[in-house]
């Protein structure tokens, strides 16, 4: 790795919050990783203003994105931490898609990118299952059948770091309150639930993901795709019922989709919608139609998510 010049606003790169490459402080260092040897940090800049995103231990675990499931099949309670990389050109760019299934044992997920926390998912059986909570939450999803009373209860996990292999105890602990709301069991097995998160800029490049496995027995896998722009659809304006969208001639909306049990481009039940293809931003909720191999139907959206589909007549 190059060594260059730069100069902090901190005393120390952990406790700066920029990178420059003069020592008035005016001119923002390029975007990118930089490491003290202890420490990396990855400056992101935008819009002639730059900022450092949270410290990360050397020598670096992240993994990158697009590889083989990543999994955990020793029943073993942690806090286990994922950080993928997901490219920082500007072909690096659109809808990143997590597929995590947690088997049958409950587990909690979370993963935050840019300062921003997503916790929603979509399972094929049941669509969204999200924490209503605040203070951005783990959702916990699995069969109801072996919840461990995960509701209400407190616990001190140990932790575990993936290092491109597999997760490697950290000695560290985290303390995590699973409230009621953060339980999203279902009465089976979800399934592989999907995760959305947009990425409309080449910068940052990483995304952590955190699972919480409190229950004994828990196993789960994990892939990450790397961001791809969306396929899209042609779809009526938005109508408050079925019956009015299918009584719809025209299709002048562009949306896209992400499948849950769909196909790119043909959306089906529990499917993600969106008006752009970074998967950034979801339509009004509503019913739309659209048409496939010459079948008209209609779908209703709800908080971007596919609720129901019903052939039009």
Do not use: W
Request: proline fraction near 5%; aromatic fraction near 8%; hydrophobic fraction near 35%.
């Amino acid at each position: 790795m190059a060594t260059v010049n730069v100069y902090i606003d901190g005393t120390t790169l952990s406790n700066s919050t920029a990178v420059y490459t003069d020592a008035g402080l005016t001119t923002c260092a390029t975007a990118g990783f930089y490491s003290d040897g202890s420490i990396s940090r990855e400056q992101v800049v935008s819009g002639g203003t730059c900022y450092l995103l949270p410290n990360q231990t050397c020598p670096s675990c992240v993994t990158e994105c697009g590889g083989p499931t990543v999994s955990v099949s020793s029943g073993v309670t942690g806090y286990y931490i994922l950080d993928i990389d997901t490219g920082g050109t500007s072909t690096d760019t659109g809808a990143i898609v997590i597929s995590f299934n947690p088997a049958s044992v409950p587990d909690g997920i979370r993963a935050v990118y840019n300062g921003v926390t997503y916790n929603k998912l979509s399972a094929p059986a049941y669509g969204k299952l999200q924490s209503t909570g605040i203070n951005d939450p783990f959702t916990f999803i699995g069969n109801a059948g072996d919840d461990c009373g995960l509701s209400g209860s407190s616990y001190t996990l140990d932790e575990y770091e993936y290092d491109g292999t597999s997760f490697v105890a950290t000695g560290n602990t985290q303390g995590i309150t699973v409230n009621s709301v953060d339980v999203q069991l279902t009465a089976t097995a979800p399934g592989l639930c999907v995760m959305v998160i947009p990425k409309p800029t080449a910068s940052p490049s990483i995304i952590r993901i955190e699972i919480a496995a409190a229950c004994a027995g828990t196993g789960f896998g994990i892939t990450t795709a790397c961001p791809t722009q969306l396929t899209s659809f042609a779809a009526s304006s938005r109508q408050v019922s079925d019956v009015a969208a299918c009584a719809e001639t025209t299709y002048p909306v562009t949306l896209y989709n992400v499948p849950v049990t769909g196909t790119a481009g043909v959306p089906a039940l529990h499917d993600y919608v969106f008006t752009d293809a970074s998967g950034q931003f979801a339509p009004a909720d509503g019913f739309y139609k659209t048409v496939d191999a010459a079948v008209e139907y209609s779908i209703q959206v709800v908080d971007g998510i596919i609720d129901t589909v019903i052939t039009c007549p």
